[in-house]
């Protein structure tokens, strides 16, 4: 293992070399035999898992419940709604027929008389087919409002991949949301954009910065486009989750209309709202160095991990016996802990293996520790390690862990701070943009002027900010009136 964390490329060389060699050195994923899609290892999906269970309690904390809508989608379903079309027809996998038939030559062969009498959209994201089934649901103002939430896999038809950041398939949840006037569906798009923003903050120690999307970078369908957009190590931006309010388009396109207390009929609004599994590659990107994954404690796998170092069978024995107590106070405070007792791997491997895949705390002991009732405590975050007496160790790796996970955060924050400024000049624009980072400017609020900024800099508008600076400027490219600065980066 040793020898496997030299050959990981350091980020200062190699920023998109380091990440595909973590993903795949620290057993996240790999690429399969399906060109542009991933297999998820076992060791990535336990931390998927983790975000996905905390997701799960906040939306079922603000009302949400779950439900399954079709994998395939009728192509007709998609033309109803001229926008949403166009944002997807280019990402779209198409089935055509239904079943295969032996081939002269011993394979298979599609069946030409299987074609399908309507081809079938695999699923891209699911607002037509929700709001098709949501026609039959609604009626009345007492059957709404509908806070749906799913949690699936969809295809996107990606040419230019990289693991867990872009793959043609991959994994995610999609909230669906019907309600009975505008007030309240932008309020529920704003209200789990930050749910979003919190589990970003303080589960995965990641800032973010909560705004509207621009038109131009508009969800394919929706009136507006709230977003968390994060700052990664090597200066560009990931957007990391979106809230849709999507006005009344989709009740129009499939005729989803409810009758009103008054007896009237309307057209009912609605939402949609997404995370996923790019998530893990924000994880990644933001908190790990050169040696390997760094995980916050709330979503690693295993908080803590513990080594014997023994010289016999004998003596690991009666280590094992004397820390048992230890494991049991651990689990009852609910911590997350291993004990790798394996005698097929000396203590030296072990260590680089948990440093490699993050574990926030390493705990090792030997004969000697047990004669002085020490332990050593090393951290992940900081590299650091040292000596500390068993007695009251579980209270102390319990407020260590919270230490960690603020650290964590304080250290991407500081980041972001520093590699956040402003500008007022597009001739400093197009000089700082080089240096990465975000930069804070005014814009004239144009189309026009902001795929010319995108077309020579490479930057795009990654939200108007909802917080922090609203005073109102000039354009730095046009001197138009701006009424507040934008935020620009480079992205994925």
Known sequence: MAKELKELTSRSVDYSQWYQDLVIKADLAESSAVRGCMVIKPYGYAIWERMQRQLDDMFKETGHYNAYFPLFIPKSFLSREADHVEGFAKECAVVTHYRLKTSPDGGVVVDPEAKLEEELIVRPTSETIIWNTYKGWIQSYRDLPILCNQWANVVRWEMRTRLFLRTAEFLWQEGHTAHATRE???????????????????????????????????????????????????????????????????????????????????????????VSTRLMGALIMAHSDDNGLVLPPKLAPHQVVIVPIYKSLEQR???????????????????????????????????????????????????????????????????????????????????????????????????????????DSYEEF?????????????????????????????????????????????????????KQRVLFARAY
């Not at 291993?338 to 005698?343: L, S």
């Not at 814009?443 to 900024?453: A, H, S």
Request: charged fraction near 30%; glycine fraction near 8%; aromatic fraction near 8%.
């Open 430 to 482: 197009k000089e700082k943009i080089e240096e990465g980072g975000f930069i804070l400017a005014h814009w004239d609020g144009t189309p026009e002027t902001e795929e010319r900024i995108k077309a020579e800099t490479k930057a795009t508008i990654r939200c108007i900010p909802l917080e922090g600076d609203k005073t109102p400027g000039v354009c730095m490219v046009t001197g138009k009136p701006s």
């Open 184 to 274: 309240e569906a932008e309020e529920e798009a704003i209200r789990m954009v930050n749910v979003y923003a919190d589990f970003a903050r303080d589960f995965l120690a990641v800032p973010v910065h909560v705004g509207v999307k621009s038109a131009n970078e508009r969800f394919a369908g929706a009136v507006e486009t709230y977003t968390i957009e994060a700052l990664m190590q090597d200066g560009k931006a990931l957007q990391s989750g979106t809230s849709h309010f999507l006005g009344q388009n989709f009740a129009k396109a499939f005729d989803v209309t409810f009758t009103t207390k008054e007896g009237k009929q309307e057209l009912v609004w609605a939402t949609s709202w997404g």
């Open 317 to 423: 024995d009666e280590i094992t016996a004397h820390i048992q107590p230890l494991l049991s106070e651990l689990k009852a405070k609910g911590i997350r802990v291993k004990y790798d007792d394996a005698d097929n791997k000396k203590p030296g491997w072990k260590f680089s293996e948990y440093e490699l895949k993050g574990v926030p705390v390493r705990l090792a002991l030997g004969a000697r520790d047990l004669e002085q009732g020490t332990v050593e405590v090393a951290r992940r975050d900081t590299l650091t390690k040292e000596t500390h007496a068993l007695e009251g160790i579980a209270d102390y790796i319990a407020q260590l862990l919270e230490d960690i996970q603020h650290n964590i955060y304080q250290k991407a924050l500081d980041y972001r701070e520093s590699h956040t400024i402003k500008v």
